[in-house]
T-cell receptor, first 113, second 112 residues
Framework: GENVEQHPSTLSVQEGDSAVIKCTYSDSASNYFPWYKQELGKRPQLIIDIRSNVGEKKDQRIAVTLNKTAKHFSLHITETQPEDSAVYFC????????????FGTGTQLKVEL | DGGITQSPKYLFRKEGQNVTLSCEQNLNHDAMYWYRQDPGQGLRLIYY???????QKGDIAEGYSVSREKKESFPLTVTSAQKNPTAFYLC???????????FGPGTRLTVL
């Protein structure tokens, strides 16, 4: 089955700096890659996703890049703010309605003032 | 997200007891999922259902059971066979034609 590895497990940045979180996946058939943000004790919230027919996608300060050949994808957050502090999870699936996601182990991002 | 509800928010169970966690959605989503989250770890899939009256085991189904008698409901039973049930349980749903999964607020289960 699919295996998703995520690095780093913790990341501390100064406010205004950029943060990058990287994930690799094992199943070349995977074609859907969402990123979730989870605040302490809360539900995961989808922040951005990308499909394998696209190499990059941006939404304001957040961007995701995908390298299908290398089987890795990354989350980029620019101009970080204290409210970006949370745990971020990447995931991968073969796609199509109702298919299961395999999650990475998460990155605890701390944005320091 | 507001269309997916889970109850109760906190649940305490004695060893040897079965307990059922509720998950309801009013989004008309076809697929529903149950995940388990342990401290400092990612989400692991327990069971999922793509359509009413059908469900499949996920990666850690042992000690759990589900039913999908109605489109809007996907209850999870944690049985006494689950040796380490203390965890945060998250339910999710997605439309049939899309990949995006939306999560409920979760139930925190503690075994006393």
């Amino acid at each position: 089955g699919e295996n998703v590895e995520q690095h780093p497990s913790t990341l501390s940045v100064q406010e205004g700096d950029s943060a990058v979180i990287k994930c690799t996946y094992s199943d070349s058939a995977s074609n859907y890659f969402p990123w979730y943000k989870q605040e302490l004790g809360k539900r995961p919230q989808l922040i951005i996703d990308i499909r394998s027919n696209v190499g990059e996608k941006k939404d304001q300060r957040i961007a995701v890049t995908l390298n299908k050949t290398a089987k890795h994808f990354s989350l980029h957050i620019t101009e970080t703010q204290p409210e970006d502090s949370a745990v971020y999870f990447c995931a991968a699936s073969i796609g199509g309605g109702g298919n299961k996601l395999t999650f990475g182990t998460g990155t605890q991002l701390k944005v320091e003032l | 997200d507001g269309g997916i509800t889970q109850s109760p928010k906190y649940l305490f169970r004695k060893e040897g007891q079965n307990v059922t966690l509720s998950c309801e959605q009013n989004l008309n989503h076809d697929a529903m999922y149950w995940y388990r989250q342990d401290p400092g770890q990612g989400l692991r899939l327990i069971y999922y259902s793509q359509i009413v009256n059908d469900f499949q085991k996920g990666d850690i189904a042992e000690g759990y059971s589900v039913s999908r008698e109605k489109k809007e409901s996907f209850p999870l039973t944690v049985t006494s066979a689950q040796k380490n049930p203390t965890a945060f349980y998250l339910c999710a749903s997605s439309p049939h034609s899309r990949d995006t999964q939306y999560f409920g607020p979760g139930t925190r289960l503690t075994v006393l």
